[in-house]
């Protein structure tokens, strides 16, 4: 987005807010205007997120709440939860932090939502964590590993989705340490909370200091050349690359080695994995991804055996209208189906400290490959994640699943069987 357009953004949205102050008086916060709960009505649950639908980000991650919706609207023309209907505001921040702080502002003061729901993005949801807390606003789910979200303590109605990124990054240097031995590894990350705690994970299998990571390089998303990080790992020998980047950033990393002439082991996050983003993306040169292993922790979007799969097709056909579907469609509708299994939980006389109760309470189960991890202690979402390789220009699983911690604690297999979903696709009460 230029930056034009930021600003001209920005000055509606504070006009916009301006507006809504003076129409509700001086004395009217969240929760006020006649309803007893925020969103909540006796036909209407409505909750709210911030999303790239553009900007540098967008690729992909825009048509993960378009999947979330599809999924609440087949819940909604199955009678909804508990008698209401979910309405899903998404607005578009264009993962820009001071869009995201106007927009999230706007869906809380003026939108009055009950929630904010699986808001995307480690620097743009970091700048929003106060206020949603302050405002006393669930804030459910979150579309990033950044350990910022599990904080119980600091933030008590803060809760992830993703698994936490220095999890991932263990995951994936554990698979290095196993199968690459001896081989130079190096590592490109975002500059900030996601590619700083990822780096943290890979330096506690691989060990800190240059002997374990070679060379260690950054990007910031305002630019979109990487030709001097990737010119640096060339320079240095490196033979195994670790990527903490969003999928535009993964595939700028990869054409760029590739017009350089450069062969690393890709090793990647689920973050910036997903194949028919990526080779969208690279179009032509969607090759350059073969051998390319990366993580993930729901069922793979060309599993068709799978019965998730076989649900959120359903789901993507007859309120998605059929978009392409990918990875960041089963994330969307993976997201809608936690949000209504925790509403079940929460009851009918629906509140926001009851919601929060419900979530922190746990139990939920999903699609996910390993479980999810909410308690009182814990607000981090899923605990693990499962490898995968692209071969023949087809992303499969391989291996076990594994779960691991933030801390010292070792990668292990996680080998329970996964559950099915119930017949109609709508979680009941457990």
């Known amino acids: 987005m230029h930056r034009t357009a930021q600003r001209g953004l920005a000055i509606v949205s504070t006009i916009a807010l301006l507006v809504a102050a003076a129409g509700c008086g001086g004395d009217d916060g969240p929760g006020s205007g006649g309803a007893s709960v925020p969103g909540v009505t006796d036909t209407e649950i409505v909750v709210g997120t911030h999303m790239p639908l553009t900007g540098p980000a967008s690729a992909g991650y825009s048509k993960i709440a378009p999947a979330t919706k599809a999924y609440f609207d087949y819940v909604n023309a199955a009678g909804g939860v508990h008698g209401r209907k979910i309405t899903y505001k998404v607005m578009d921040d264009g993962y820009n932090p001071a869009n995201t702080q106007q927009v999230v502002r706007q869906l809380v003061l003026q939108d009055k939502v009950f929630a904010i729901l699986n808001g995307l993005g480690t620097p743009t949801h970091t700048g929003v964590l106060d206020f949603l807390k302050s405002n006393r606003v669930p804030d459910l789910f979150v579309a990033s590993g950044s350990r910022s979200w599990d904080q119980p303590d600091k933030y008590p109605g803060t809760f992830g989705f993703n698994p936490d990124y220095t999890v991932e990054g263990k995951i994936l240097a554990n698979y290095a340490k196993a199968n690459l031995a001896g081989q130079k590894v190096c590592f490109l990350g975002q500059d900030d909370d996601f590619g700083r705690d990822s780096l943290a994970g890979v330096e506690k299998v691989l060990g800190a200091g ?22 640096a790992f060339k320079a240095a020998g490196c033979q195994v690359v670790v990527l903490a980047t969003v999928p535009g950033f993964t595939a700028l990393s990869i054409g760029t080695a590739a017009r350089l002439g450069f062969k690393p082991q890709w090793l990647v996050s689920n973050v910036g994995a997903d194949h028919p983003t990526l080779a969208k993306q690279l179009g032509a040169a969607a090759a350059l991804l073969e051998g ?50 925790a509403l079940l939980a929460a009851g009918k006389d629906l509140t926001r400290e009851n919601m929060l109760e419900a979530v922190q309470k746990g139990g939920f189960q999903g699609p996910g490959l390993v479980p999810l991890r909410f308690s009182a202690t814990d607000h981090s979402g899923y605990g693990g994640q499962r490898l995968s390789r692209v071969s023949g220009g087809v992303q499969s699983y391989f291996g076990p699943a594994y779960e691991t911690d933030e801390a010292d604690g070792p990668v292990n297999e996680y080998t329970a069987a996964p559950v099915a979903p119930p017949a109609n696709g709508v979680p009941t009460v457990s």
């Open 292 to 341: 390319m292993v990366g993580t993930n922790y729901l069922p793979m979007q060309n599993d068709t055996a799978n019965p998730w799969i076989q649900l959120f097709t359903k789901v993507n056909k007859t309120h998605n209208g059929d978009a392409p579907f990918d990875g960041n469609t089963v994330y969307g509708m993976s997201v809608g189906y936690l949000f209504v299994q």
């Open 210 to 231: 240059a002997v374990a990571v070679a060379v260690k390089q950054t990007y910031v998303t305002s630019n979109t050349n990487v030709a001097p990080q990737i010119g």
